[in-house]
């Protein structure tokens, strides 16, 4: 026990966000200033991307897509 390390857990939130190709720079710009770990992304029609980043900036990363995009993206929290 003397040796054990302690590490400190940040609650995480997943989230999905589907939008159309054209719109791949300004998410990609978005997520590129945030916090996130990419889980899987889906190229058919559409981009869907599955993705983990702290629970704390997930508001804030929510409303700066919605803003950037003119509300084009549709995001679901999971």
């Known amino acids: 026990m003397a040796q054990a390390q302690f590490e400190e857990v940040h609650p995480r939130c997943q989230i ?9 720079a300004i998410v990609d710009s978005v997520l590129h200033n945030s916090k996130v770990t990419l889980i899987d992304s889906q190229y058919s029609d559409t981009v869907m991307l599955h993705i983990s980043l702290p629970a704390n900036e997930t508001n804030a990363l929510l409303s700066a897509l919605q803003e950037r995009s003119s509300g084009q993206v549709n995001v679901t929290k999971l």
Not at 16 to 24: G, H, R, V
């Open 16 to 24: 999905k966000i589907e939008y159309p190709y054209t719109l791949s």
